[in-house]
């Protein structure tokens, strides 16, 4: 069975690009009824936020993004605890004493040689005399993890097919601080593992971050680091799908800091965002979906291209006018004005490019209306019009019928001052559909005022 994990780390709102993540994995795992997690990755406590934690779980809901559980990294730690001490008594883990301006120092020194910036692993010489001198300072390590270079990493990446990497060319990475507290790396594995994550879908900024990780799941497992339960297998597959940019290149910076509830606030179906990112980047076309079935039918890592996928607001708009066009009635009734009913939906659905539009056009059918002044000819024609009114199965067919023979009128002058009389509006749903929910009384009266 198929599980995959969402993994934000509660320090912002979710933007586009974390959802389309979240969606991804969740497709991938519901497509053959597998399981999709939350793992909230609040090691950071002085930056995670409960209020973001609650900000995730709404946006997904509002997605119908539903995980099968949720865990939170700051309930674990007794877990990265042993996982460290296995990995330390395996002789994978040491001590470091560099301040960050030293380090950076020598990043600097190495960069002016034209040398990549790759940490030189001085900790290692340390001696413990000199190791009991810094502690003696009080001063205390921080912990990193020590790469195995004497094998290359591969893997079969899902959306980038095999990669390989080695591991000379990467840093022995910083997993724990000073202070005890844990960065991103180690526990995220230790998850991974523990929770028996069969895959690993995120965005390709975590390229090399799986390289050193697919180093630790095996440190782990040679150290049989006990809580694994995915031990079957040495590590979950991986993929990294290109990122979300802009139109015009990077996601920008508003759009790249629009929560959810921006969204939601431009009242934008979910429907539309899900038909949009699931697509997005991929070979498959772009299409409004109200339900997700078809979506996660096709749904297929294999169409991922490695160019960054564009995200365009535009499109967001249009698959949602799209979409919206395509609602029933039963779906949106508890979103209409009072009273607003299945025939007036299906009249000014059309018209619509978002739900809260019906509003609007439903006040033409309520009224008032505020119509234009009209000629005196227009009068006259309007005026004709409220006698030769008669209500049967298609009042609109059977007037605009009568008054083509009657006056001669066609087109827009037999149409228009009627449509403005009644509406107020120069264009809008269907004349033919409206009348009967306008109704016959007001319908005379509308025309009645306009001919006065
Ligand atoms: N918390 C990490 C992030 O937000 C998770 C990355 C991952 O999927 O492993 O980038």
């Known amino acids: 069975m198929i599980k995959t994990r969402f993994a934000p780390s509660p320090t912002g ?16 795992a ?6 999709f997690l939350l793992r909230i990755d609040d090691t950071d406590a002085q930056r995670s936020k409960e209020e973001y934690v609650d900000a995730i ?16 990294q700051s309930d674990r730690l007794a877990i990265y605890d042993a996982a460290f001490d296995a990995l330390k008594a395996a002789g994978r883990v040491y001590p470091a004493y560099e301040t960050a301006q030293e380090l950076d120092l020598k990043r600097k020194i190495q960069l002016g040689r034209g040398k990549p910036p790759i940490y030189d692993r001085a900790a290692l010489e340390m001696t413990e005399a000199e190791q009991a001198a810094k502690q003696a300072e009080g001063i205390e390590p921080h912990w990193r993890f020590k790469l195995d270079h004497d ?20 840093s022995d990475p910083v997993i724990r601080r000073a202070d005890g507290s844990w960065l991103y790396m180690l526990p995220s594995a230790v998850d991974d593992m523990d929770m028996g994550i069969t895959h690993v879908l995120r965005g390709e900024d975590h390229v090399s971050n799986t390289a050193v990780q697919i180093q630790m799941f095996t440190a782990l497992h040679a150290a049989q680091f006990t809580a694994a339960q995915n031990a079957a297998k040495p590590h979950p597959n991986f993929a990294h799908e290109a990122l979300l940019v802009g139109k015009e290149g990077k996601l920008s910076k508003r759009l790249g800091s629009l929560g959810m509830d921006a969204f939601r606030d431009a009242g934008l179906e979910p429907m539309a965002l899900v038909s949009l990112l699931a697509r ?16 996660l039918e096709s749904f297929d890592l294999g169409t991922f291209g490695r160019a960054p996928a564009k995200f365009d607001e535009a499109d967001l708009e249009r698959l949602n006018t799209a979409i919206v066009h395509q609602l029933d009635y039963d779906v949106v009734a508890d979103r209409l ?13 059309p018209n619509l490019e978002k739900i809260g539009d019906a509003a609007e056009w439903w006040r033409l059918v309520t009224g008032p209306i505020d119509a234009p002044e009209f000629s005196d000819e227009d009068r006259a024609y309007l005026g004709h019009a409220a006698e030769a009114l008669a209500w049967g199965d298609d009042p609109w067919r059977m007037l605009t019928g009568a008054l083509k023979e009657s006056t001669g009128r066609k087109g827009k002058a037999l149409f228009l001052p009627l449509r403005q009389a009644l509406t107020g509006q120069d264009h809008g749903p269907d004349m033919g559909e409206l009348l009967p929910l306008i109704g016959e009384d007001a319908v005379r009266a509308r025309l009645a005022s306009a001919a006065a």
């Open 337 to 349: 004005p009072e009273g607003m009913g299945a025939d007036a939906w299906h009249a000014i659905r």
């Open 13 to 28: 709102l979710l933007h586009v690009g974390n959802i389309r993540t979240a969606l991804h994995n969740w497709m991938l």
């Open 151 to 170: 094998e290359m990493i591969t893997w079969d990446d899902g959306v980038r097919g095999p990669q390989k990497f080695d591991p000379v060319t990467l």
């Open 57 to 72: 779980r709404v946006d997904l809901a509002w997605l119908g993004l539903v995980p099968d559980g949720e865990e939170r």
């Open 280 to 295: 997005l980047g991929t070979s498959q076309p772009v299409e409004a979906h109200d339900d997700v079935a078809t979506l």
């Open 30 to 35: 519901k497509q053959s009824g597998g399981q």
